[in-house]
């Protein structure tokens, strides 16, 4: 394997070395207002070089396969001046097995992509002609290569497939943007569903329906738990904790959230977009429970932020950031959720996560979809609202979760969360 | 290259080709708290073709140039797939030019050792500030990207793109209560405007520690008055989308809610685009399809003025090319983008526009934006809540939102100076993220911004 042939040339002066090798094609056909658009493919490949020089760590990066040489010598000079390794690259080991690879994805042509455009286009156009419809179709190949200087190398080679539909609804002055998409490492993904959770969702939109200034009861459906988890996402990053920034530090086994509430990062879930046997470090991935009825359990570690904490890596490498989140399924029906709130909001999308402090827990988002609730019932839309709260606040406040998860892109398996109360400030 | 390019390019059987090719050299180095976090470097080879057949598009990506008369293939065959109607793609003056970036200190002839020293100063008098800083993020980057573009009319660009950039992060810490202050500096230039920023490293420390004592701003609707970083911001995510064409020229219904010669802002409002501002991250002599940057009104006296163009989107909307189409790099196709959008300077000083404020919000410095073209939201970094005309205390947690058809035409003054504060970060659109970008503007005040927060 070429990976061989750099570790050993990295190794005539290095104490360690890793080198990781990707090679991937994807082909994508895109639909926008209404026509046929684009077609194309993407071939890339990428080799990365690790190397730990008198306990000191150098990283470099190319795309040219020939710069063997090149590769190898930025790396070793980037090492002179690199910060001290706190780890020893892992010997070799035997990762749990997960699916990431569908044969059915690879003969899937553009033609078929192009046809499931169509369908997707034709199923919101039936429901309203005047909604301007973009939708897509891709998938992609990939093979990569890893090797470490302790002996621990593998191959793998995954498959992705995604599709895609959202509708532009204009009304006067009132732009309604409104979607659905789903990707992850299988071929199986029923289309048609995909568009019929887009029509809903932009039939809830009919009417604009006003809301007051104030505290009030808000459910997150599952595309929109992510304005919650930000600051987990965060806040359980081993590195931050290490650093002191997540407000979680020092919280191991203390109750942060509601006793309902479990969160787990599951890198072992068949086909989804985070899975695979081993980390980007070789680590053989496995599942680390994040939160468990309410209590803070563990934090995500790669090698080295597992050495300066003292903690051991948990397959989160390298950047400690999760695989894919699963949150625990609640008891609570998600129509009786709806039904049992007299006045609230349901938020699916919003817009600006992300700005201000998120890794306090605060946030402060524009709602770009979401829906009044009144007696029980979605009554429309809400526009121009903001919605903010703290997430490590709101997560004490948890009045029900879903009984059923649902996949939220192909890395979140949630189920939907209602929360007692959020500040929300309308016209 | 020029050869090899029009070579593969007359192997096109398509309406319009063209070639993009890219070498991106590009260093980094990152402090995290007392350690460096990670330090290293990459090379970047890789390619772009498009083709157009019958109105439709088809593309293909790469690393390894060898072949691109296979490339130019493969982006016809997609193209001859897609296409189903008559193309349309506005006419311009092939161009052949060659573009060099020279630089006064040259970030590519200095060592990581010393890049590494430079943002090793600036962390540490973060960390030395004060006994609450908890931690910091100190991150330094450049790139040296070579493109060269080759379209089957005839045009040949050479074009040489450098950018260089620090972030300055601290965070405070009190109890469970965490505040950063960052401070950013980047330029299409060279090392020389990443030194001696002393300063901004103990702004950005003393931002954190005081934060911590400041109250988040009661959420509610004020009046408001931003500084010129956050006023680009507020230019960009506000309107400046809206006025990209890739979302108008198909698309009857926005076709007349974004009609030329609509009101969409009092007569003192005036917005503008300018690719051709010189030392500005969003500038460059030509957008990815050869065509010349200028500068384009947008909003002229509050009356819609013109839009950004791509080549196909001016065609089908019978209006002129205006330089707009960026790519953010090889492996993506040019789409239409903003350059340098700004709010154009009025009459107004800063004491005109505070004197008669009762109850109002300063707000500064930019975290960051996003629109859904009818609806915004942007965050200052910080804010002062304005008082009886003068400026009281610092407050946290400053989201704006609003309504673009709504808040333009709340703008009521303009200030008499116009500032483009060398900020890092960048635009993300389709995709495409970050795309350099230049934020700058005067001080401009807008009546009844519904500003977030948790009500007292």
């Not at chain 1, 950031?321 to 909001?345: A, S």
């Not at chain 2, 030395?128 to 060269?148: A, P, Q």
């Not at chain 2, 839009?307 to 001016?314: D, K, Q, V």
Request: net charge negative; hydrophobic share 35%; with cysteine.
């Amino acid at each position: 394997m070429i990976v061989n042939r750099l570790i050993e040339k990295a190794m005539r002066k290095a104490q360690g070395a890793q080198v990781t090798l990707g090679q991937s094609e994807s082909t994508n056909v895109s639909f926008e207002d209404d026509k046929l658009k684009s077609a194309g493919v993407a071939q890339s490949i990428g080799m990365s070089v690790k190397v730990i020089v008198d306990g000191k760590i150098g990283s470099s990066h190319t795309t040219d396969i020939d710069d063997v040489d090149g590769v190898v010598a930025r790396a070793l000079e980037a090492a002179a001046f690199g910060s001290p390794a706190h780890f020893e690259f892992p010997g070799p080991q035997e990762g749990p097995d997960v699916e990431i690879y569908d044969d059915a994805v690879v003969p899937v042509t553009k033609e078929e992509m192009v046809r499931i455009g169509e369908e997707m286009m034709a199923l919101v156009k039936a429901y309203r002609s005047e909604i301007l419809v973009s939708t897509g179709a891709g998938k992609s190949v990939s093979k990569s290569q890893f090797a470490n200087s302790a002996g621990m190398e593998h191959t793998s080679e995954t498959t992705s497939f995604g599709v895609g539909v959202s509708g532009q609804w204009i009304r006067g002055t009132d732009i309604l943007l409104a979607g659905h998409g789903f990707g992850w490492k299988k071929r199986e993904i029923d289309h048609a569903a995909i568009a019929r959770k887009a029509i809903e969702l932009l039939k809830m939109a009919e009417k604009i329906a006003p809301i007051k200034s104030g505290d009030m009861p808000v459910i997150f459906t599952p595309e929109g738990v992510n304005v919650l988890l930000l600051a987990l996402r965060l806040g359980f990053n081993g590195k931050n904790v290490f650093l002191g920034s997540s407000p979680l530090a020092g919280k191991l086994g203390e109750k942060i959230a509601d006793e309902t509430f479990s969160i787990t990062d599951n890198p072992l879930l068949d086909y989804a977009n985070g899975s695979g046997k081993y980390d980007g470090e070789g680590v053989p991935h496995h599942v680390t429970p994040l939160i468990e009825d309410g209590v803070a359990r563990n934090f995500l570690y790669d090698l080295d932020t597992a050495g300066r904490a003292g903690a051991k890596s948990t397959g989160n490498g390298v950047g400690c950031g999760p695989t894919n989140l699963v949150i625990k399924e609640g008891d609570t029906p998600y129509e009786e959720m709806v039904k049992n709130t007299k006045e609230g909001l349901l938020v699916h999308n919003v817009l600006g996560l992300g700005q201000g402090n998120p890794i306090s827990g605060e946030f402060s988002v524009n709602v770009q979809l979401g829906y009044k609730i009144e007696n029980g019932e979605v009554v429309g839309r809400v526009k121009d609202v903001m919605l903010a709260g703290n997430t490590y606040d709101a997560l004490k406040e948890i009045a029900a979760i879903g009984d059923k998860a649902e996949w939220a892109g192909g890395s979140l398996l949630t189920p939907a969360i209602k929360i007692a109360r959020l500040s929300v400030v309308g016209k | 290259m020029r050869e090899r390019m029009e070579k593969a390019l007359s192997s096109s059987d398509a309406e319009y080709t063209e070639i993009r090719i890219e070498h991106v050299t590009s260093s980094w180095a990152n402090f995290r708290g007392e350690d460096l976090d990670n330090i290293g470097s990459s090379r970047t080879l890789g390619g772009i073709v498009r083709a157009l057949v019958k109105g439709g598009w088809g593309y293909a990506t790469f690393n390894d140039i060898s072949d691109l008369e296979i490339r130019v293939r493969e982006a016809c065959e997609s193209a001859r797939l897609v296409g189903k109607e008559e193309s349309r793609f506005a006419e311009v003056e092939p161009v052949v030019d060659e573009i060099t970036a020279p630089l006064e200190k040259d970030f590519r002839e200095i060592s990581l050792s010393e890049k590494k020293s430079v943002i090793e100063e600036y962390n540490k008098i973060i960390l030395g500030y004060h006994d609450k800083i908890e931690t910091s993020n100190v991150g330094y980057g450049d790139s040296f990207r070579k493109v060269w573009y080759a379209n089957s009319e005839g045009a040949y660009i050479e074009d040489e793109r450098p950018d260089v950039g620090v972030g300055i992060s601290a965070t405070g810490r009190q109890g469970d209560n965490v505040q950063r202050g960052f401070e950013s500096v980047a330029g299409s230039a060279g090392f020389q405007v990443i030194e001696g920023l002393q300063e901004k490293a103990e702004a950005s420390a003393r931002r954190a520690v005081d934060l911590l004592s400041a109250p988040p701003v009661t959420g509610g609707k004020y009046t408001v008055i931003t500084n010129p970083r956050l006023s680009g911001v507020f230019a960009h995510e506000a309107f400046g989308h809206l006025s990209e064409s890739d979302f108008v020229y198909e698309n009857e219904r926005m076709k007349k809610l974004m009609v030329l010669g609509k009101r969409l802002g009092s007569d003192i409002l005036n917005i503008i685009d300018d690719g051709s501002i010189r030392g500005l991250r969003g500038t460059h002599k030509y957008d990815d399809e050869g065509v010349k940057t200028r500068k384009n009104y947008l909003i002229k006296d509050g009356i819609l003025a013109g839009r950004l163009h791509s080549r196909e989107t001016a065609a089908k909307m019978g209006e002129q090319p205006t330089g707009n189409a960026r790519a953010i790099g090889y492996q993506h196709r040019p789409i239409v983008r903003m350059t340098n959008t700004y709010i154009d300077k009025g009459g107004a000083t800063f004491e005109d526009m505070i004197k008669d404020v009762k109850l109002g919000v300063y707000a500064i410095d930019m975290v960051g934006g996003q629109t859904s073209m009818e609806m915004f939201t942007f965050s200052a970094a910080y804010g002062y809540m304005i008082r009886d005309g003068k400026i009281a205390e610092l407050v946290r947690d400053v989201v704006l939102t609003g309504n673009v058809f709504e808040t333009l035409m709340h703008i009521d003054m303009v200030s008499d100076t116009i500032e483009w504060p060398p900020v890092g970060g960048g635009c993300g659109k389709g995709g495409q993220s970050p795309l350099p970008v230049g934020l700058g503007g005067p001080c401009v005040r807008i009546q009844n911004v519904v500003v977030g927060g948790r009500q007292q």
